[in-house]
């Protein structure tokens, strides 16, 4: 089949144009917005239905297969954490340490911590109360720590696993989720601390709006010990780094290395995880651990059909040797780390998923790899951390998470735009200034 690039990238275009119509303008979900654009795209470049449907298939599937898992534990250890008052035990005990007068700061660290496991929505939810207290008790204004919370959950969100979008996207460039997690965490601090920055600048100059009067927090007597909220979140993500740190050498066999590279597999270490969690609990019945299962995995399946969808898109693109296409037509090679940080942001920006974003941002970047000078281990790292920092920018009113920030928090729409929406073009930019930097160190 011969396809000339004009009319590749001409189908290309209308493909991302549709997803993003059907997402943002006629909310359709993501999952379909995909579907219909895999074959928009593949049947426009002339390919038959036959080998349109079969990619679909493939890439549906193969996405699947790596990161299937690895999604619903997520989720499932997300849920326990928040069911067990775990991520308040968190947030305290960081609110201690940096101190009452700094709780725009803790609020900030805490949101980075607990979005670790958490997608940055529901982390918001858990925490608002706890947000608008700290508020209220210590004078500092109500957006300043909104932003500050809402910035440190979106930094991890969108760069490091077991979140959907740094998930998938290591996924379909193929990074270890060890390395990415470690490094990724190092990206993450900056973009946190960017957010921070600007939440504390703009927010003194809007002043402190009145935070309304609501009832607090249920007492938990029986929440769990700040050691036990805590581990669940960090033996994972030891485990997995460690074994990335294991298998960049050639190994010997022996027991302690099988042991470590057995248990920092994502899957084996997330279940750990899943399992320190339930112990955060004094009891559990029957109902309830029934209820917190129930919902990770029914949450983790909306998740799975958007990130099987864009493994699938992924696959018909691949189908269409737009890489080489592009390859011989562009410089890509001058543009590097650049083309895929802004594609994505380009994406994000338009249709208002970091999930759907990165996702569609993988699938075009990927048969780009090499003429871009990034088809190596550490090209495709670097890749989905570009990706990642495109993800974040620019989150304004077609963003959910928006939304959420400015209904828990009650933030008015010219409060949100200038103060969360430009934090998060800092957040963009900062993280990718980190990956830049990082492209000449590792």
Same mark, same amino acid.
């Not at 990238?9 to 997402?23: D, E, S």
């Not at 775990?86 to 007068?101: D, F």
């Not at 042991?259 to 955060?280: E, K, V, Y």
């Given at each position: 089949m011969?396809?000339?690039?004009? /009319?590749? $990238?001409?189908?290309?275009?209308?493909?991302? $144009?549709?997803?993003?119509?059907?997402?943002?303008?006629?909310?359709?979900?993501?999952?379909?917005?995909? !579907?219909?654009?895999? =074959?928009?795209?593949?049947?426009?470049?002339?390919?038959?239905?036959?080998?349109v449907?079969?990619?679909?298939?493939?890439? %549906?599937?193969?996405?699947?297969?790596? #990161?299937?898992?690895? !999604?619903?534990?997520?989720?499932?250890?997300?849920?326990?954490?928040?069911? @067990?008052?775990?991520?308040?035990?968190?947030?305290?005990?960081?609110? /201690?340490?940096?101190?009452?007068?700094?709780?725009?700061?803790?609020?900030?660290?805490?949101?980075?911590?607990?979005?670790?496991?958490?997608?940055?929505?529901?982390?918001?939810?858990?925490?608002?109360?706890?947000?608008?207290?700290?508020? /209220?008790?210590?004078? &500092?204004? &109500?957006?300043?720590?909104?932003?500050?919370?809402?910035?440190?959950?979106?930094a991890?969100?969108?760069?490091?696993?077991?979140?959907?979008?740094?998930?998938?996207?290591?996924?379909? &460039?193929?990074?270890?989720?060890?390395?990415l997690?470690?490094?990724?965490?190092?990206?993450?601090?900056?973009?946190?601390?960017a957010?921070?920055?600007?939440?504390?600048?703009?927010? /003194?100059?809007?002043?402190?709006?009145?935070?309304?009067?609501?009832?607090?927090?249920? +007492?938990n007597?029986?929440?769990?010990?700040?050691?036990?909220?805590?581990?669940?979140?960090?033996?994972?993500?030891?485990?997995i780094?460690?074994?990335s740190? $294991?298998?960049?050498?050639?190994?010997?066999?022996?027991?302690?290395?099988? =042991? %470590?590279?057995?248990?920092g597999?994502?899957?084996?270490? #997330?279940?750990?995880?899943?399992?320190?969690?339930?112990?955060?609990?004094?009891?559990? @019945?029957?109902?309830?651990?029934?209820?917190?299962?129930?919902?990770?995995?029914?949450?983790?399946?909306?998740?799975?059909?958007i990130?099987?969808?864009?493994?699938? =898109?992924?696959?018909?693109?691949?189908?269409?040797?737009?890489?080489?296409?592009?390859?011989?037509?562009?410089?890509?090679?001058?543009?590097?780390?650049?083309?895929?940080?802004?594609?994505?942001?380009? &994406?994000?920006?338009?249709?208002?998923?970091?999930?759907?974003?990165?996702?569609?941002?993988?699938?075009?970047?990927?048969?780009?790899l090499?003429?871009?000078?990034?088809?190596?281990?550490?090209?495709?790292?670097?890749?989905?951390?570009?990706?990642?920092?495109?993800?974040?920018?620019?989150?304004?009113?077609?963003?959910?998470?928006?939304?959420?920030?400015?209904?828990?928090?009650? #933030?008015?729409?010219?409060?949100?735009?200038?103060?969360y929406?430009?934090?998060?073009?800092?957040?963009?930019?900062? +993280?990718f200034?980190?990956?830049? !930097?990082?492209?000449?160190?590792?």
């Amino acid at each position: 089949m011969d396809i000339s690039l004009l /009319r590749v $990238l001409f189908c290309l275009f209308a493909g991302i $144009l549709v997803i993003v119509l059907l997402t943002a303008k006629y909310r359709v979900h993501a999952f379909f917005a995909l !579907i219909i654009a895999c =074959f928009l795209v593949g049947l426009g470049v002339g390919m038959p239905l036959d080998t349109v449907l079969t990619s679909v298939k493939d890439g %549906f599937g193969n996405i699947l297969k790596s #990161l299937g898992l690895i !999604i619903v534990l997520g989720t499932t250890l997300g849920g326990i954490l928040e069911y @067990t008052g775990s991520t308040q035990v968190m947030a305290n005990a960081i609110l /201690r340490i940096v101190g009452k007068k700094h709780s725009d700061l803790a609020m900030s660290l805490t949101g980075l911590v607990v979005g670790l496991p958490i997608f940055c929505d529901s982390g918001y939810i858990v925490l608002s109360g706890l947000n608008k207290s700290l508020a /209220r008790s210590t004078g &500092i204004s &109500i957006v300043i720590m909104s932003v500050s919370l809402a910035t440190g959950l979106y930094a991890v969100h969108c760069l490091i696993p077991p979140h959907p979008g740094a998930s998938a996207a290591a996924g379909i &460039i193929g990074v270890d989720f060890g390395k990415l997690i470690l490094v990724g965490t190092l990206v993450a601090i900056p973009a946190m601390l960017a957010g921070y920055l600007w939440a504390n600048y703009a927010g /003194r100059k809007i002043g402190n709006p009145i935070v309304p009067e609501e009832q607090a927090f249920e +007492s938990n007597s029986l929440r769990p010990s700040t050691i036990k909220a805590f581990l669940p979140v960090l033996v994972p993500i030891l485990l997995i780094a460690l074994k990335s740190f $294991l298998t960049i050498e050639p190994a010997t066999a022996n027991n302690w290395l099988t =042991f %470590f590279t057995l248990f920092g597999d994502p899957s084996i270490a #997330l279940t750990i995880g899943i399992l320190l969690a339930f112990n955060t609990a004094r009891s559990w @019945t029957k109902a309830s651990m029934s209820k917190v299962l129930q919902e990770g995995v029914e949450k983790a399946g909306g998740i799975l059909v958007i990130i099987g969808a864009g493994g699938a =898109f992924g696959a018909v693109l691949a189908a269409t040797k737009i890489g080489g296409l592009l390859s011989e037509a562009l410089p890509l090679a001058s543009m590097g780390l650049f083309f895929p940080f802004l594609i994505t942001s380009i &994406i994000k920006t338009a249709q208002g998923s970091s999930t759907v974003a990165i996702i569609t941002a993988a699938s075009i970047v990927l048969p780009l790899l090499a003429a871009l000078g990034l088809d190596t281990p550490t090209g495709h790292l670097l890749c989905v951390l570009a990706m990642g920092a495109g993800s974040m920018m620019i989150s304004h009113a077609n963003d959910a998470y928006f939304w959420v920030i400015a209904k828990f928090s009650g #933030l008015e729409m010219k409060t949100m735009l200038s103060v969360y929406s430009v934090a998060t073009v800092f957040m963009g930019l900062t +993280s990718f200034a980190i990956v830049y !930097i990082l492209s000449f160190i590792l």
